[in-house]
């Protein structure tokens, strides 16, 4: 028998609801911002994410979906606004999270 912490459980049982917005009257959805995957961390700060960095999280966030959010106009102070929502959907910064799975 071993004692090994099994991290498999311990993500199925962490996920959250997806988070949920409207742009344009079309729904989209993302995971929680904590659900990405690791890869993420080697492509962006999330300490202090620039435009860019904030570009490429709601890319991943948004998978499949990007291509059809991305052809619609959006101001950039609204993406903004939608990237603190999305984190603020589980009540974490991204920083927060990352300090928190290496603590």
Known sequence: MTNAFDLDVWVSEARTEPFRFTLA??????????????????????ENPSARDI????????????EDFDAIPAPLAALGELFRQWQQHEGATLGELRASAVS
């Open 55 to 66: 570009g490429v999280l709601l890319r991943a966030g948004l998978g499949d979906q990007w």
């Open 25 to 46: 009257g079309r729904e989209f959805s993302m995971p929680s911002a904590g659900e990405l995957d690791k890869s993420v961390l080697s492509t962006v700060n999330v």
